[in-house]
């Protein structure tokens, strides 16, 4: 049975949606997803701005480096020499 009138069968009436999906939206499910998703965009921004205050702090972010400076200038020296 199509909807737009293709097909050879009658055109059939559009139902109209809308009261449905207005009141679907008001129903307490759907509310406390918006709120869910809200709450996290909310979390994600004050992360965001967190971060760009230690940043300017100076605060360096990420994993800490497996090698210290030392041990960088050891093992590129040791390269260089071919062991």
């Known amino acids: 049975m199509a909807c737009d009138g293709e097909g050879g069968a009658a055109p059939v009436e559009k139902v109209q949606r809308r009261p449905r999906v207005a009141k679907l939206c008001n129903s307490y499910p759907v509310r406390v997803i918006h709120m869910a998703e809200d709450e ?16 300017t702090k100076g605060v360096r972010m990420g994993r800490k480096p497996k090698l210290t400076p030392h041990q960088k200038t050891e093992a590129r020296r040791r390269i260089a020499k071919g062991e």
């Open 40 to 55: 996290r965009l909310r979390i994600i921004k004050r992360i965001h701005e967190g971060r760009q205050i230690a940043r």
